[in-house]
């Protein structure tokens, strides 16, 4: 069975602060989406990555998927208030492209 | 403008009784989810159609029955509600079957008492 684990579960900063959210597996994926969810809200697609190494820039957000595309980070830069939310990564099953692999996400409060 | 709307929002019952969740996609999109959310936030996908055809059916009690009139529509109705079934219940949408990328509503907050 394919796991997504993603670590911290929870994470209290101040604005201001650098942090960085990791997903990781034994297995490999195809692609790796983030989202980010607000209360009350659904998920809301952040970034999609393909490439084993493959790093992306959303402003002040960093996503970078592994060499062995069995993990990824989040780094976010000088974290501000709005970007409080569950983060979740999901993997899509490189044995079977309708499958998606949700991690348990990442709880975000940025404290002004 | 709502691309995927689910109705109602919230949804309080109590055990035994039966309900539905509607939810309607206007980005042309073929394929639509049903997708759990327990208190501890974990997303589990429950069904899946493309172009109204039934193309994942996970480990899903019989009570809960989808239904999809058209590709823009995906409707779930569930039987004999139990208090288990208490979650928010999120509707989704994708281009084709790759899931990629997902597309949701905002979720129902189904309330079993």
């Not at chain 2, 509607?22 to 493309?50: A, P, R, V």
Request: hydrophobic share 30%; charged share 20%.
């Amino acid at each position: 069975t394919q796991l997504l684990e993603q670590s911290p579960q929870f994470l209290s900063i101040q604005e201001g602060e650098n942090l960085t959210v990791y997903c990781n597996s034994s297995s490999v994926f195809s692609s790796l989406q983030w989202y980010r969810q607000e209360p009350g809200e659904g998920p809301v697609l952040l970034v999609t990555v393909v490439t084993g190494g493959e790093v992306k820039k959303l402003k002040r957000l960093t996503f970078q998927f592994g060499d062995a595309r069995k993990d990824s980070s989040l780094h976010i830069t000088a974290a501000q208030p709005g970007d409080t939310g569950l983060y979740l990564c999901a993997g899509g099953d490189a044995g079977n492209n309708r499958k998606l692999i949700w991690g348990l996400g990442t709880s975000l409060a940025v404290n002004p | 403008d709502t691309a995927v709307s689910q109705t109602p929002k919230y949804l309080v019952t109590q055990m035994g009784n039966d309900k539905s969740i509607k939810c309607e996609q206007n980005l042309g999109h073929d394929t639509m989810y049903w997708y759990k959310q327990d208190s501890k936030k974990f997303l589990k996908i429950m069904f899946s159609y493309n172009n109204k055809e039934l193309i994942i059916n996970e480990t899903v009690p019989n009570r809960f029955s989808p239904k999809s009139p058209d590709k823009a529509h995906l409707n779930l109705h569930i039987n004999s509600l139990e208090l288990g079934d208490s979650a928010v219940y999120f509707c989704a949408s994708s281009q084709d079957r790759r899931q990629f990328p997902l597309h949701f509503g905002n979720g129902t907050r189904l309330t079993v008492t």
